[in-house]
């Protein structure tokens, strides 16, 4: 079992940076392939970003890449999501979610464990 805990959200303006922090409970963090999606208000919740076991993959939704980054500290339990650039149209809550398999994930149904959620407002 995995709790997940989001924070770092909040209200930024446009071009603007955050960064999300999702700290992991329980044992084997290591050993979960982790993920970011998101959900905008009135839309179903996309795939965002996601990291290999170690951190040294990872692989990003078209719309966030060279904006984004992904990654990982094992020791700490946490994975975070540094977003730079960021325009109205990333307003959304932002989930992390955690999955047992040792792929790279982008399906929301194939991950195991999700937190509570952050809230991003980005106004232009």
């Known amino acids: 079992q995995v709790q997940l805990v989001e924070s770092g959200g909040g209200l930024v303006q446009a071009g603007g940076s955050l960064r999300l922090s999702c700290a992991a409970s329980?044992?084997?963090?290591?050993?979960?392939?982790m993920g970011w999606f998101r959900q905008a208000p009135g839309k179903e919740r996309e795939f965002v970003a996601t990291?290999?076991?170690?951190?040294?993959?990872?692989y990003y939704e078209d719309s966030v890449k060279g904006r984004f980054t992904i990654s990982r500290d094992n020791a700490k339990n946490t994975v975070y999501l540094q977003m730079n650039s960021l325009k109205p149209e990333d307003t959304a809550v932002y989930y992390c979610?955690?999955?047992?398999?040792?792929?790279?994930?982008?399906?929301?149904?194939?991950?195991?464990?999700w937190g509570q959620g952050t809230q991003v407002t980005v106004s232009s």
């Open positions: 329980g044992r084997a963090f290591s050993r979960y392939t």
């Open positions: 979610a955690a999955t047992k398999r040792v792929v790279l994930v982008t399906i929301a149904y194939e991950y195991d464990y």
């Open positions: 990291i290999s076991l170690s951190g040294g993959n990872t």
